[in-house]
């Protein structure tokens, strides 16, 4: 599904008032991956981890940030020019995946759980430490987005085999 | 005797439910801008995550860079003019992720998802708004792997617990 995709300098300007915007109107950097967890709370109310600390309070702006980005990428879909429809093509990654069905889910669901485990191991995703850290030039966050970049660049030419 | 025409009551109602679910609200309508956003800039389109890795297309790299400057300016900002946040009325709260123990494991483990999924927490959502099944997959793995480290964390947190209580009551008879 192909949508209008702006111009980079254009895409980077309005992303980074976005996150001026959020700090003035929350109070609180803007961060992705901890939304998953007030979802895993709200699932499996025994695990004692997502009732305490930050999860004390499973109903907050984390996870209905976390439900407003369907909707944004909704409108985004329905705005381009090509009609809205359920698709499974991933582009270049369609030739390097497992062919069948079931060896995509698998392969997928496997990143999946990488991308959750590692966001909770190392406090944020992409958006909390590379975008929101490095603003704040937070050294923590600074590694940690060197590392997330390091990682999918050896993991990307493994996968493409250059 | 004072009396709410129907008009007041509506308006009194609406008023107070904005009021009090005042921080969903904001973080649903945040949430709507950032997935529209990350939408238009690219990063829910497969390709420009390989190209990026592969060094044919600077698409995200110029996007992440533009971000961050943009947004380290408006911090600078924020900060200087000690502005007070809408949602709960005290001052913006620039709270730093602080370093913590596995932080690089699991930023390589976060790294690796990342190239084979082609995604990441933030735009998964968005790739499913977009009506690409993948991310539903993508979704269901993230889910797990969030919940396979709360379980970790609790069952870590209560060996703790006990390791501690044991080594109590041992002490004292010592």
Known sequence: MEVIVWSAWLAGLAIGLFVIFHFWLMGKPAGCSTGYGNVCGLMCQRVSYFREGEYRQLNNAKLWFLLGIPLG???????SPEPWHFNFSMGMYDEILPQTLAGKAIWLVFGGALLGFGARLAGACTTGHALVGGAMLNPPSLLAGMI???????TTHLLFGT | MYEETLFLRCRNMLVSFFFVYRTQIFGLLTGVLFGFL????GATTYDYHAKMFLFEDFQLMIVIATAVVIAMIGVWLLKKTHIH?????EEVDFVKKPYQKGLIIGAALFGVGWGMTASCPGTIPAMIGEGKVAGFFALAGILIGTMAYGILQSHLHLARQQAEQQSTPSKDTD
């Open chain 1, 73 to 79: 990428g909704l409108i985004s879909a329905l705005s």
């Open chain 1, 148 to 154: 997330f970049f390091l990682s999918a660049f050896f």
């Open chain 2, 38 to 41: 990350m939408s238009r800039a």
């Open chain 2, 85 to 89: 946040a809408v949602a709960t009325g």
